[in-house]
């Protein structure tokens, strides 16, 4: 089947119908994006797929046939971090980084979304991303630097 991940078209042999996780892992050495669960309820997995967060480790590979898929790799342009990876970096907010890849994603599809989110949007918004470190405060006090730089601009 063929598949679009990161803006490059693949050609992929699947048998049985595998996650796109594992797909993405396996078949395109694309690991960034981390096995958490195997439920959809952790987040570490999510990827975006047509510009929605989703759990890849529990949607078939098939269902993205047609469809963009962006994981954590593929964010940056231009060799440029995503204004998300810089801030997360930049405030140092995560300490076993396990659950980072997800997290970015998420919040970087929701302030493309809501780029004026309030503290509840995000915290809404973040819903479905387990943090095992627990430095929630962290993240949503980066993403509200983001917010406050986008409306200083």
């Known amino acids: 089947m063929k598949l679009r991940v990161n803006n490059k078209e693949y050609s992929v042999e699947v048998a049985n119908n595998p996650s796109l996780l594992e797909v993405l892992r396996d078949k395109l050495d694309l690991t960034g994006t981390k096995y958490g669960c195997g439920e959809g309820a952790c987040g570490a997995c999510k990827v975006l797929v047509n510009g929605i967060p989703t759990p890849s480790c529990i949607?078939?590979?098939?269902?993205?046939?047609?469809?963009?898929?962006i994981t954590i790799e593929g964010l940056a342009e231009n060799g440029e971090l995503h204004p998300v990876q810089k801030v997360f970096l930049e405030e140092d907010v995560f300490q076993c980084s396990y659950c980072a890849p997800g997290m970015v994603i998420t919040a970087a599809a929701l302030l493309k979304k809501q780029p004026d989110a309030s503290t509840q949007d995000l915290i809404d918004g973040l819903n479905g991303n387990i943090c095992r470190c627990c430095t929630y405060p962290a993240i949503i006090n980066a993403l509200k630097k983001i917010i406050q730089k986008e409306g200083e601009q």
């Open 59 to 69: 949607t078939p590979v098939t269902s993205v046939s047609g469809k963009k898929v």
